[in-house]
Nanobody
Framework: QVQLVESGGGLVQAGGSLRLSCAAS????????MAWYRQTPGKQRELVALITNGGSRRYLDSVKGRFTISSDNAKNTVYLQMDSLRPEDTAVYYC?????????WGQGTQVTVSS
């Protein structure tokens, strides 16, 4: 079992920045990939960014050049630095890790970008 706890969401004006954090606890030794997803009402959850233990990163096209995913393996924490935020980035952001055939999710953190 893995527990994921997100923090760092909030309200920001367009063009501003936020940093999300996700701390993992429990059976973290098997984690290879951690990711951030987001979801708005009526839409499917979409992958925003992921990072692997080997340092590979992948981003949603619309956030490339604005968002940066990073990790601190010693702290079992993954971060999402979000710069140049746009109103369309408004969503609930979820931390995720696939592990041993299961998908683990955090509780979500709201990010609201005002125009």
């Amino acid at each position: 079992q893995v527990q994921l706890v997100e923090s760092g969401g909030g309200l920001v004006q367009a063009g501003g920045s936020l940093r999300l954090s996700c701390a993992a606890s429990g059976s973290v030794f098997g984690i290879n990939t951690m990711a951030w997803y987001r979801q708005t009402p009526g839409k499917q959850r979409e992958l925003v960014a992921l990072i692997t233990n080997g340092g590979s990163r992948r981003y949603l096209d619309s956030v490339k050049g604005r968002f940066t995913i990073s990790s601190d393996n010693a702290k079992n924490t993954v971060y999402l630095q979000m710069d140049s935020l746009r109103p369309e980035d408004t969503a609930v952001y979820y931390c995720n890790t696939p592990l041993f055939g299961a998908n683990y999710w955090g509780q979500g953190t709201q990010v609201t970008v005002s125009s």
